[in-house]
Antibody, heavy 120, light 109 residues
Framework: EMQLVESGGGLVQPGGSLRLSCAAS????????MSWVRQAPGKGLEWVAN????????YYVDSLKDRFTISRDNAKNSLYLQMNSLRAEDTAVYYC?????????????WGQGTLVTVSS | SYVLTQPPSVSVAPGKTARITCGGN??????VHWYQQKPGQAPVLVIY???DRPSGIPERFSGSNSGNTATLTISRVEAGDEADYCC????????????FGGGTKLTVL
């Protein structure tokens, strides 16, 4: 079973940048698609981005693709999310997760989440 | 973009049956997955591929999907079932690729 632990969240000023990390264990990380999903306070889940096993393909929700970058380092069993030009509406808990059966499947592994707060 | 519509809240007495709906255009043609989320916790998968139950999820949880509505059914509801429930599908034809419903707060009276 995949275990995921996010880190890197915190308080950042509007316009600032932050890099989130997600450490994976328990499986062969390089065999799995990975995703970031976020949840604003009191709101529902919102998918952010996906990355293929080898990092060769990435997909983003259109509204974030110019500011957010998903990446991975399979040698370090790690997933990343670089977030630039942050806005107040980016305030959310950010989860890393792994989708099964890409393009139709479910997320059965989730991290505990890391809180990003964008505020002056 | 594909939209999943859930009622904001559902209330049910202990021991009764709760039904949480997830509406979407021809959702019956898609695979629907359901998550339970308790305050301060990450989502937990409770139903996948419309009707399948992960190991460790009680048989009281079941799902169905047809036409324009998918339904999560929780039988013999317990106090511990009180949580937010959210449906999820993929829509590879538009943005976003992965779609979540807005979530339904299940209250056990």
């Amino acid at each position: 079973e995949m275990q995921l632990v996010e880190s890197g969240g915190g308080l950042v000023q509007p316009g600032g940048s932050l890099r989130l990390s997600c450490a994976a264990s328990g499986v062969t990380f390089s065999a799995y698609w990975m995703s970031w999903v976020r949840q604003a306070p009191g709101k529902g889940l919102e998918w952010v981005a996906n990355i293929k096993h080898d990092g060769s393909e990435t997909y983003y929700v259109d509204s974030l693709k110019d500011r957010f970058t998903i990446s991975r380092d399979n040698a370090k069993n790690s997933l990343y999310l670089q977030m630039n030009s942050l806005r107040a509406e980016d305030t959310a808990v950010y989860y890393c997760a792994s989708p099964r059966d890409y393009d139709q499947g479910y997320f059965d592994s989730w991290g505990q989440g890391t809180l990003v707060t964008v505020s002056s | 973009s594909y939209v999943l519509t859930q009622p904001p809240s559902v209330s049910v007495a202990p021991g009764k049956t709760a039904r949480i709906t997830c509406g979407g255009n021809n959702i019956g043609s898609k695979s629907v997955h359901w998550y339970q989320q308790k305050p301060g916790q990450a989502p937990v998968l409770v139903i996948y591929y419309d009707t399948d139950r992960p190991s460790g999820i009680p048989e009281r949880f079941s799902g169905s999907n047809s036409g324009n509505t998918a339904t999560l059914t929780i039988s013999r509801v317990e106090a511990g079932d009180e949580a937010d429930y959210c449906c999820q599908v993929w829509d590879t034809s538009s943005d976003p690729l992965v779609v979540f419903g807005g979530g339904t707060k299940l209250t056990v009276l």
